[in-house]
């Protein structure tokens, strides 16, 4: 089994552990439902007047979700304070750029990403999005696979 | 919003920042090892996320009647239909070409890895395109 966790599992459980207990916490302390995508909409209200931007939903989740957000960034402080090690990817900027604007459409159109699909709708039993993570992560192994063979770096 | 939900809100989204980074989420070439089975780490990460939460969201309003600083619980909105499926086909094509997800582009800024801003710039246009132009009217 060690030939598929060469990093073992250690830090997976954990981390997962931690994120899991993140979005629990949320819910039981405040109802709110944690996913991490629609802060890139929801945000928008601020500067555009249109239509859907200007929609209760997104109007009114506005503030809580660019705290979370400012958390999220503040837990990885945290942890470069732990590890004293920033990492810096070396994933090429017009992959991360092009990467970004698909998942921004793609996790917009869909309403969730791999934390609103993969975590919140699993765990609220919704089976759209089971199938949305069987597309998402077989699609994304395609591409993954697709890409390692056309040596694209 | 309350202040100590608000606080609420960032004290978790500071442990999930936290659980992000721990778990390489935030290293988008773990990521792309994961897609090409050469480290299955995001499994137990996905797993793991999942039983937890799965105990809080179906025990918590069992044991709760209400959440303890506000007064209902939310319900995650997803419909089967051709957007989410459309959307999700979509939003891994652009996983897979840049390795990380919207969460882990957010927190991935915190342990220093700036290239991501490029992800989350990326993030953001599409959000807008899809708001502006594709969005249900």
Redesign the interface.
């Given at each position: 089994m060690t030939e598929f966790f060469p990093q073992g599992y250690a830090s997976y459980v954990i981390g997962g552990l931690l994120i899991g207990s993140a979005i629990s916490l949320l819910y039981l302390l405040t109802g709110l439902i944690g996913g991490m995508s629609t802060v890139f909409t929801s945000t928008w209200s601020y500067f555009s007047q249109a239509p859907y931007f200007s929609e209760v939903r997104f109007r009114s989740s506005r503030v809580w979700r660019l705290v979370y957000a400012l958390g999220l960034i503040l837990g990885g402080l945290v942890y470069l304070s732990m590890s004293r090690e920033t990492f810096v990817t070396e994933i090429s900027p017009w992959r991360l750029l092009l990467g970004g604007v698909l998942m921004g459409f793609g996790a917009r159109l869909s309403n969730g990403c791999t934390a609103g699909h993969g975590i919140c709708g699993l765990a609220s039993l919704r089976v759209s999005s089971l199938l949305a993570v069987i597309i998402f992560l077989a699609t994304a192994i395609a591409v993954a696979h697709l890409m390692q063979s056309l040596g694209i770096h | 919003?309350k202040k100590s939900?608000?606080l609420?809100?960032?004290?978790?989204?500071?442990?999930?920042?936290?659980?992000?980074?721990?778990?390489?989420?935030?290293?988008?070439?773990?990521v792309?090892d994961f897609?090409?089975?050469?480290?299955?780490?995001?499994l137990?990460?996905?797993?793991?996320?999942?039983?937890?939460?799965?105990?809080?969201?179906?025990l918590?309003p069992k044991i709760?009647k209400?959440?303890?600083?506000?007064?209902?619980?939310?319900?995650?909105?997803?419909?089967?239909?051709i957007?989410?499926?459309?959307?999700?086909?979509?939003?891994?094509?652009?996983?897979?070409?840049?390795?990380?997800?919207?969460?882990p582009?957010?927190?991935?800024?915190?342990?220093?890895?700036?290239?991501?801003l490029?992800?989350?710039?990326?993030?953001?246009?599409?959000?807008?395109?899809?708001?502006?132009w594709?969005?249900p009217?």
């Open positions: - | 919003m939900s608000l609420a809100v960032l004290v978790c989204g500071v442990l999930f920042g936290l659980g992000l980074s721990l778990a390489s989420m935030v290293k988008p070439e773990v792309i897609l090409l089975f050469r480290d299955l780490g995001l137990l990460v996905l797993g793991t996320a999942v039983l937890v939460t799965l105990l809080a969201y179906q918590g709760l209400k959440p303890v600083l506000e007064s209902r619980y939310g319900n995650y909105v997803s419909a089967l239909d957007r989410t499926l459309l959307g999700a086909g979509i939003f891994g094509l652009g996983w897979g070409i840049c390795g990380v997800c919207p969460g582009a957010i927190a991935g800024l915190g342990v220093g890895n700036w290239p991501l490029y992800t989350l710039a990326g993030i953001a246009a599409g959000a807008y395109i899809q708001g502006k594709v969005a009217r």
